[in-house]
């Protein structure tokens, strides 16, 4: 198991399991919000990454 964005491991960083297009993968906390604010940073690891998701997505802001 290791981080998607920076390839660490659970052994040295806690790591959050998430789904995507049917595979599993694991992000660190400290790059959660990159895939959360910035998904199109993600597109050379996830298939299709930042495509047809709008600016805040699944986010209410009252």
């Known amino acids: 198991m290791k981080c998607i964005y920076c390839e660490r491991s659970s052994e040295e960083v806690p ?4 789904h995507y297009r049917g595979a599993d993968f694991f992000i660190c906390s400290a790059h959660l919000p990159l895939l959360l604010h910035k998904p199109e940073m993600f597109a050379d690891k996830l298939p299709q990454a930042g495509e047809n998701w709008s600016d805040g997505e699944g986010h209410h802001h009252e």
């Open 15 to 18: 790591l959050i399991p998430f």
